[in-house]
């Protein structure tokens, strides 16, 4: 197992993708750009499971990069680094491709990179006590992650450009306000996120990818095009055994 990273499945099907780095903030470092996208697609591959929870160990999610850690090299060799797609970048792609309901459950900051992550995942459950921040101007940086991608999808335009273009930090309430998140009381973080993934992983497995598929599918696609995605997936719903008892259970009850 990768020491940046620890990996729980539950008996349910949850698998539980933390970052462990708390020292650092679970801030990136090459180790951990390399092995996040495997243990994703290793989900993905497994039948066993149901969904994706990915989480900070300590006190954030994830800080962004971590520009201090010796694998970096030197300032001059870090845009080397990040050429290409060999970064971040390949974390939303495995999120993205997992046709698994991957939920972010954003216990502490989120930012830069991080905040990447949890736009990319298809739930964020964030803590009353966290913050998200894309940060980048900041540092003289424009976005990377797909931040500049996601957060315009999720948020519109003028609001993506507001957060962007100031890099303050968003706060629960607001990121719940503003549909980018939803707000869960601190105190009751572990638990509500447990709840909401046993949800999950209750609904059939070939609805939820099929409805991930068409998420994914829906801002850019024709609307007469989607509409004929639809119908294609459903017929194949109907073919699942979760249905024909769905339907039997509904017959039985008339």
């Known amino acids: 197992m990768n020491s940046h990273l620890r990996v729980a499945t539950e008996p349910n099907g949850v698998r539980t993708i933390t970052l462990d780095r708390p020292d650092r903030l679970n801030a990136v470092n090459p180790s951990l750009a390399e092995s996040l996208p495997q243990e994703l697609d290793a989900a993905a591959a497994d039948d066993a499971v149901r969904a994706v929870v990915v989480t900070g160990a300590g006190r ?110 968003v706060s629960a309430e607001e990121a719940d306000r503003i549909g980018l998140a939803i707000a869960v009381p601190a105190e009751r973080f572990a638990e509500e996120v447990a709840s909401y993934a046993a949800r999950l992983v209750a609904a059939s497995p070939t609805a939820l990818a099929l409805t991930k598929r068409l998420l994914t599918r829906s801002p850019d696609a024709p609307l007469e095009a989607h509409l004929r995605d639809e119908l294609t997936y459903i017929k194949q719903c109907f073919a699942t055994p979760e249905v024909r008892r769905a339907m039997e259970a509904f017959v039985a009850k008339a």
């Open 60 to 169: 954030a999610f994830c800080a962004g990069l971590d520009l201090r850690d010796p694998a970096m090299g030197s300032e001059a060799s870090l845009p080397e680094r990040l050429d290409p797609l060999a970064w971040v970048g390949r974390w939303v792609l495995a999120v993205r491709r997992c046709e698994k309901p991957v939920v972010a459950a954003i216990n502490g900051p989120a930012v830069g990179a991080g905040f990447g992550l949890a736009l990319a995942s298809d739930v964020r459950l964030v803590s009353s006590v966290a913050t998200m921040a894309a940060g980048y101007v900041r540092r003289g940086l424009s976005p990377d992650a797909g931040v500049s991608y996601f957060l315009p999808r999720h948020v519109g335009a003028a609001r993506a450009a507001d957060i962007l273009f100031t890099g303050r930090d």
